[in-house]
């Protein structure tokens, strides 16, 4: 069964949480993506609730969470110092056995695994580029380029606004397929619960993009051109597992070269018909898949 809460950080914010399984068990945080919330890892959460304490809160500016006003309060910095407090106060001295992270999600979670990589034993990625790689192909990949420009649109001010108009159509069109078709998964059922989720609010969640760096150049917006990470930044210690779907438009396949260069230990598992949309298309994929390396020492190259 899964369960919702709210837990109060020690810095002030609070996170809306869904959870299952009980503390003394494994810990595993699934952190979602934009435009989503906790509730996309309700499926994955009812079966590995049996043998892991499954914790999956609503980011910071989403849904019940804390909703600061200021662009500043989204900076990674920010988000990270979230996530060091959730897992600290969900098991004082222990490190989660696995960080699941999709999209927006994913992006804090290797900022995460570079900087407390002690509050974690491994790290699932879903489709959501390293660092280094992003900035590599937003400064030389006009394909990565084009794909991304949707990111200016969300750093409007008022994109909120125009976001939720029309009962979130725009926000819908997020989950159209290469050929503008809707995803089976994506029934009515789930279509009035994202709805419900977005009218709690959507300034928080377009604020990450408006205070990331990483974003296209357009015109005069050099964007990530001006942008040159150290390579502290960008060293992943904790054994990782991506699974990245290949069909996804809004992140390209070349996203993933190089990334050992980074990575100490890293496996890539690419599902050729799988799309960014993987946690809805394929839950048991993703069970299967943390099971698997929660249960094994990670031999990987």
Known sequence: MVRTGTLTLPHGITLRCRSSGHPD???LVFLHGFPEGAFIWDGLLEQLGADYYCVAPDLRGYGHSSQPTAVDDYRPRALVQDLV???????????AACVIAHDWGGALAWNLANQH??????????????????VRELQRNPAQ???SQYM??????????????NQGAKLFDFFRDAQGQWPAWLTPALRTQYLAHWQLG???PC????????VPPRGDDAGAHQLALPESMLRIEVPTHILWGEKDVALRPEL??????????????RISHGSHWLVHEMPQLVIDTVRQITRSDMDMP
């Open 202 to 204: 959507l300034h928080g």
């Open 25 to 27: 068990q494994p810990l």
């Open 145 to 147: 380029q084009a794909a």
């Open 256 to 269: 993933l070269d190089g990334l050992d260069d980074w990575i100490a230990h890293l496996h890539i598992q």
């Open 117 to 134: 990589a002690r509050l974690m034993q491994r790290l699932l990625i879903i489709n959501a580029p390293h660092p280094g790689s992003f």
């Open 85 to 95: 407090a959730l897992i600290e106060q969900l098991t004082p001295g222990r490190p």
């Open 152 to 165: 200016h649109y969300l750093r409007r001010p008022d994109a909120a606004e125009l976001l939720l108009a």
């Open 207 to 214: 604020a990450y993009y408006a205070a990331s760096p990483l």
